[in-house]
């Protein structure tokens, strides 16, 4: 969607980004006067302040705006305020580079504009543009310095910032986010949900951080009309790019059409800790770490898609290395490891939140000194780290090594100085094969469905996650470019092998090896220029897979250039970096603000009964071990699935969410991998399971919204084909817990989903086994419940009903003996007062805020397979309630609690059925509401954008004001008085009845004390020098100084050469005959009527009886006789006077009529008739 620049010069300086269909439309608001006044509004004036506003265009007068000359732009990157102007970053050309899948492309920023907010000094430097061509004018940047018009010693401000911005470095999407990688988000998302972006990569995190805040105040209209806009651009920065590979050289070609499939590599570099080569090493105190970078190699044919990430970063301990000559960048330690162990740990814990488990590749040299050191602190941190503490089994003394971080020290230099050279790199692969294939990939493949809707057979697509990558290998060398870059290449390989292999094609051939190696050298290069200035060392290899002499003669030649940049250069590059990061110290982010959304926004909270309603739903949730038995899939799941206990009044669910546990047999293959086809063939049972039923009972067909597997545990959500409307952002995600989070034996998988306007959440899981484990199983729930995350870092508390539901494995806290015969006796209670889950939750120990009914039903395991006896074999199980279903959320009622006699597995399968209700928000409703109150609003405060008042005018701060009662005016500031009715400004301007008059110094500073001294005297002067041209936004500020000690100002002549009235009410001439120069003052002075009236206590302008209060409204008192002759009097400006700076006492508040104080009274026609009056006692 192409987006318009437009500017409007006057009144007020004004900005507009536009679409075909919106507009949003800043404007600055200049900082008000500080207050001392214990009443005035808090002051606001630290950061730069500007009025936003985004509407359609039909909203919108854009009559004084014109579009400027530049081409399209294609999106705003946020403001930023350099020496007190406010700055609008627009893109204004752009490439695409890559295409991750049909429609996701990503576009490489060329070129950028900063467009000033506050004033038009720096318009005529905006198209300073990057000359492509070697000319004399060019500077060291490349940029073309000959076409600057005017005073060429004027640097636009911005001018580094552009270079930066401009240089090929930083990377955007209009459909897809850019700073997740293909995990972390959903497929089929067609917008950037702003708030949802990561601020680890997100560049322009500090410019773009304002608009954020504005759209979160927006309505949902408004929120998706703005992320349909486009017009905010989220930006990273790093690499990015897509090559096609055709048919014959792809080896995915079972099942392919033969389509082209296509490579893409994405760097994702982090700006936590942003820097240059030796401005950043090492870690911070929040666990970042410089050079971090986040690498996804993904690789798609038209019926799947693969992606893999792996990381690079400093060695993240404290040190630096100072620039010089090669030998003399010696590395310094400056902490201790002890003062080192909280930074290290933070950082490796977000990084298991993020990805899972930890593989460290160290490329450290042990041979030399420095990096040895480095080494060795690396290694000590490991080993203490909080990820591989000892846990103590209650059971018995040996401990278990949770070893959720794990590392090889791996000496690139001395592996490769043989023969070999760089191809001994591959030598790596011993050493991370196993845990490679461990950590998985992610994998979706497209899938068709076929469903039955109003008797006529349609086809559903959509992607299904067939795997999710749950671990990381996190690579490291010195400065983690040139050695990182050849292992992570040789890593990016391994895995793409071994993908092929799961899926059974044949071997790559070398053009596709050749292209996947084009990717990685291209990358490598792209990321040495953003940290060291030059492209990267041994991107030979990494290009072509050898290692030749003009490799070796350009890593010389990079080598030179790298130390020149470091030592010359990088200062400067850095403090543009922190500039554009907001890190400068006294950089103040801009402060944008929608008051009249902002106000409806929260008016609209207020009325939602108005267009809120309710449903009930019903739910069915069953969870069954299938102790890895397949003969199921062919018995009758009716029993389970169907009960006939339910009561038909209820109707068939509208939801159903099926959980398996040890769908497959876990042994040491298994555990290391998921196979989804096991998944596939029970789903399929249970749909034609619940079809058949459905068209028995003559209902609706079920069709399958979303699966998700973790090895032996799988969810598959089935729904209604009728509720799929309402029926919106479905996610899944997966935890691991089983042997630390490595296997996937143990662990949780969760869909989540918004029915309508109320978020629901399932979660199945299957926890540590063991009678006496109680205390692992809540450790698993916390590890669950703690990382388990969807989109936008949701987690399963965040949701409004959730239910969890699987193989908990608790047990029964009694002897096997006693156990059977309570069963025998029909004694539930007994059993369920000695149950592990029931007693550890009601000692808060797991499970908190969960509630579950209490079972009517027999322990569920463990039975003999084929018949309702527990165990007899020789272990002899106590029977226990190992599956189980508990809820959160007071939406929610349990309707039935049972289990199923199906006996081809040693667990019993348990259902329940639940009525939830729905909240079901009108949107249309909704939005008539908000578009009633925005029309209303904004006919009480006018045009935010267009407001034609004095600069000085502190008016936009009544913008959306809430009074503490409703009809009570603003508290008072230091150009407004409550007391004063039609808005009275508390100060005037003043002018001169000539040139030559100023006030005059003998006047009592009092104006209200009787004297005999005119007001202004006359004062000769030998010449008056012509003013300059009065600027928009720069007028006078207004002060608490009297006349006698105000300095005199110039003044301009009108811009539209009409007459003002003078003081004593006739026309005076803004000009004089001899010079044209006029003098402006700011007085200060107090207009009052004989008594302030009571301040009211109800003034509903709004409420029923308005209407009838107007028309009683009674007149104000007359006024007094004058005490003071008019031409004696204190003049004003348009016939304004100027009130007190002090506020008369406010009468105590209480019921009664309104008295007319706040009424529209004359609309200032007759103000000068005001007569100022002494005060009492004088």
């Known amino acids: 969607m192409p987006i318009k620049v437009f500017l409007r010069d006057t009144p007020q300086r004004a900005i507009a980004l536009g679409t075909e269909t919106h507009v949003l439309i800043f404007r600055h608001s200049p900082p008000t006067t500080a207050s001392t006044s214990t009443t005035s509004l808090p002051d606001s004036s630290t950061a730069p302040r500007c009025i936003v506003e985004f509407a359609p265009w039909e909203d919108v007068d854009m009559r004084e705006y014109r579009s400027l000359p530049s081409l399209d732009i294609k999106g705003t990157l946020g403001l930023v305020t350099i020496n007190n102007d406010v700055f609008i970053c627009v893109v204004t050309n752009s490439k695409k580079t890559a295409t991750v899948r049909p429609g996701e492309s990503i576009q490489q920023i060329l070129a950028v504009d900063f467009h000033c907010l506050t004033r038009s000094d720096y318009d005529q430097l905006l198209y300073t543009q990057i000359n492509p061509f070697p000319t004399d004018d060019l500077d060291p940047d490349g940029y073309d310095r000959s076409s600057i018009r005017g005073d060429s010693s004027l640097d636009h401000p911005c001018l580094q910032l552009k270079k930066l911005l401009s240089g090929g470095s930083f990377y955007y999407s209009s459909n897809f986010d850019l700073t997740k990688r293909l995990q972390d988000r959903p497929a089929d998302a067609t917008t950037v949900a702003i708030d949802s972006l990561d601020a680890g990569y997100l560049w322009n995190a500090y410019m773009i951080q304002p608009l954020v805040e504005f759209r979160s105040r927006l309505s949902e209209r408004k929120k998706k009309a703005l992320d349909d806009s486009g017009i905010i651009t989220s930006a990273i920065r790093g690499f990015a790019a897509t090559l096609a590979v055709p048919a014959s050289s792809s080896p995915a070609r079972i099942n392919s059409s033969g389509m082209p499939s296509t490579m893409t590599l994405i760097s994702r570099l982090s700006c936590r800790r942003a820097g240059t080569r030796f401005n950043a090493r090492g870690i911070d105190d929040d666990g970042n770490v410089a050079n971090f970078v986040e690498t996804e190699t993904v690789f798609c044919t038209d019926q799947l898609c693969f992606s893999y990430v792996q990381c690079r970063g400093s060695v993240p301990v404290f040190w630096e290395q100072q620039s010089g000559l090669p030998g003399q960048q010696k590395i310094q330690i400056t902490r201790s490891p002890e003062a080192t162990k909280p930074a290290f740990d933070k950082h490796f814990d977000m990084l298991s939140k993020v990805y899972g488990d930890i593989f460290i590749v160290n490329l450290l040299s042990s041979e030399k000194p420095g990096e040895a050191q480095l080494i060795q602190l690396y290694d000590e941190q490991i080993r203490t780290s909080q990820l591989n503490e000892q846990v103590e089994s209650p059971t018995d003394a040996t401990a278990s090594e949770h070893q959720h971080l794990r590392s090889v020290n791996y000496d690139f230099h001395a592996e490769t100085r043989g023969p070999g050279g760089y191809d001994a790199a591959r030598g790596i692969k011993r050493f991370i094969m196993e845990s490679g294939i461990a950590f998985e990939y992610y994998l979706t493949e497209d899938i068709q469905e076929a469903v039955h ?460 059925l639940f009525r939830c209700t729905i909240s079901v928000v009108d949107a249309s409703k909704k939005d008539e509401i908000a578009a009633e109150l925005y029309n209303k609003r904004r006919a009480i405060v006018g045009d935010r954008t267009a407001n034609t008042a004095d600069d000085n005018s502190d008016y936009d701060e009544l913008y959306g004001y809430e009074a503490v009662e409703e009809g009570l005016p603003p508290a008072s500031s230091d150009k407004r008085k409550w007391w004063l009715d039609n808005s009275m400004p508390a100060t005037s301007e003043v002018d001169a009845p000539t040139h030559n008059h100023i006030p005059n110094p003998r006047r009592p500073s009092n104006p209200f004390s009787p004297t005999s001294e005119p007001d202004w005297v006359r004062v000769e002067k030998p010449f008056a020098p012509q003013p300059p041209p009065r600027q928009q936004q720069q007028t006078s500020q207004p002060t608490n100084a009297t006349a006698k000690s105000l300095p005199t100002r110039e003044a301009t002549t009108s811009a539209t050469g009409t007459s003002r009235p003078g003081l004593d009410g006739t026309a005076a001439s803004e000009t004089d005959d001899s010079n044209n120069t006029t003098r402006t003052h700011h007085l200060r002075e107090t207009l009052r009527k004989p008594a302030p009236p009571p301040k009211p206590n109800l003034l509903r302008s709004a409420s029923s009886q308005s209407t009838t209060q107007q028309a009683n409204r009674t007149a104000p008192p007359p006024l007094p006789e004058p005490r003071r002759k008019a031409n004696a009097s204190s003049s004003t400006a348009n016939g304004r006077a100027s009130p007190a700076a002090t506020a008369p006492a406010l009468p105590a508040r209480h019921p009664r009529a309104s008295t007319g104080l706040m009424d529209e009274g004359d609309g200032g026609e007759g103000l000068t008739d005001w007569i100022p009056l002494r005060p009492q006692g004088q």
């Not at 009758?636 to 047999?665: H, M, N, S, T």
């Not at 006496?772 to 987690?795: P, V």
């Not at 074999?873 to 508990?886: G, H, M, T, V, Y």
Request: glycine fraction near 8%; charged fraction near 25%.
């Open 453 to 912: 809707s109003n008797a006529r057979r349609q086809s559903a697509y959509g992607q299904n996650e067939v795997l999710k990558q749950n671990g990381i290998f996190r690579t490291n060398c010195l400065d983690c470019l040139d050695r990182t870059n050849v292992v992570q290449t040789v890593i990016s390989q391994m895995v793409l092998e071994v993908f092929l292999i799961q899926q059974g094609e044949d071997h790559p051939t070398s053009d596709f090896w050749a292209r996947h190696g084009m990717l990685w050298a291209d990358d490598g290069d792209a990321l040495s220029k953003i940290y060291a200035g030059t492209g990267a060392l041994k991107s030979s290899f990494t290009r072509s897979g050898k290692h030749s002499l003009a490799g070796v003669l350009a890593d010389v030649r990079k080598s030179a250039q790298r130390f020149y940049v470091n030592n010359f250069e990088d200062k400067g590059r850095q403090n543009t970096i922190d500039m554009l990061l907001g890190r400068l110290i006294n950089q103040m982010p801009v402060s944008l603000f929608d008051p009249v959304n902002d106000w409806v926004t929260a008016e609209v909270g207020r009325r939602a009964p108005e267009y809120t309603s309710s449903s009930d739903v019903n739910i069915w949730i069953g969870t069954f071990n299938l102790n890895g038995k397949t003969t199921g899939t062919a018995e009758d799941l009716r029993p389970w699935l169907c009960p006939k206990k339910v009561d038909p009044e209820l109707g068939l669910p509208e939801i159903y969410g099926v959980a398996f546990q040890e769908i497959v047999d876990l042994d040491v293959q298994q555990i290391l991998s998921t196979d989804p086809n096991r998944r596939h063939v029970w789903e399929e049972a249970v749909r034609k399971t619940l079809n058949s039923n459905a068209q028995k009972q003559g209902g609706e067909e079920y069709v399958l919204l979303r699966g998700g597997q973790l090895v032996g545990a799988s969810l598959s959500v089935f729904v209604k084909s009728s509720v799929l409307p309402y029926i919106k952002n479905v996610e899944g995600a997966v935890k691991k817990t089983g042997m630390s989070g490595i296997a996937g034996n143990k662990g949780a998988v969760a869909i989540r989903m918004d029915y309508a306007d109320t978020s629901i959440c399932l979660v199945t899981a299957h926890l540590a086994a063991g009678f006496a484990n109680y205390d692992e199983r809540n450790q698993d729930y916390r590890t669950i419940s703690n990382g388990l995350r969807f989109q936008r870092d949701r987690s399963i508390e965040d949701h409004k009903t959730v239910i969890w539901f699987g193989d908990f494995n608790y047990r029964i806290g009694i002897g096997n003996e006693r156990a059977r015969q309570l069963i025998e006796k029909g004694d539930l209670g007994t059993l369920y007062a000695n149950d592990q889950l029931n007693l550890q939750m009601v000692h808060g120990r797991t499970f908190p805020h969960y509630s579950e009914v209490t079972p009517t039903f027999l322990p569920t395991y463990k039975f003999n397979i084929g018949s309702d006896e527990y165990d007899t074999s020789e272990k002899s199980r106590i029977p226990a309630w190992c599956d189980r279903i508990l809820t959160r959320g007071d939406n929610l009622r349990q309707l039935y609690y049972a289990s199923a006699p199906l006996r081809f597995s040693d667990h019993r399968p348990v259902w329940g």
